[in-house]
């Protein structure tokens, strides 16, 4: 048998996961509770596409899901590693749909969710035989 725990580099992960979903989580309220919170720059361009009650509930589900799978890394559980690749890919993906509306932030946001996709491939949870 072998069991797998927790690394360093997972836990880096795991962290940085929490910060991304709670603050996403916390944007997708905000525009679901008053999309006016959400203002632009001023030059009047908008989301891609959609609106921002939707991409409210998109970073609200993608936030809820983010700090779950970091609890499910924390304990080393092996789904966890797999679902944290998939929602980041994911994430990065739904930050593209903000980028006209804040261009800074769905960048720092991507590069995030980049290196936690880094962590969890090219260092993973290594697994130790009992």
């Known amino acids: ?63 809820i899901i983010l700090v779950l799978t970091a609890f499910g890394l924390f304990s080393a559980a092996g789904w966890a590693r797999v679902v944290a690749i998939i929602i980041c890919v994911i994430g990065a993906v739904a930050q593209v749909g903000l980028i006209t509306v804040f261009p800074l932030w769905s960048l720092i946001l991507i590069l995030l969710y980049i290196a936690v996709i880094y962590n969890l491939t090219a260092k993973g949870m290594t697994t130790t035989a009992m």
Request: proline residues 0%.
């Open 1 to 63: 048998m072998e069991e797998e725990r927790l690394t360093g580099w997972t836990a880096f992960a795991g962290v940085v996961m929490l910060v991304i979903g709670i603050l996403d989580a916390i944007y997708g309220l905000a525009a679901l509770l008053n999309d006016q919170v959400i203002t632009t720059a001023g030059n009047g361009s908008g989301v891609i596409i959609w609106n921002f009650t939707t991409w409210g509930w998109i970073h609200l589900i993608i936030g």
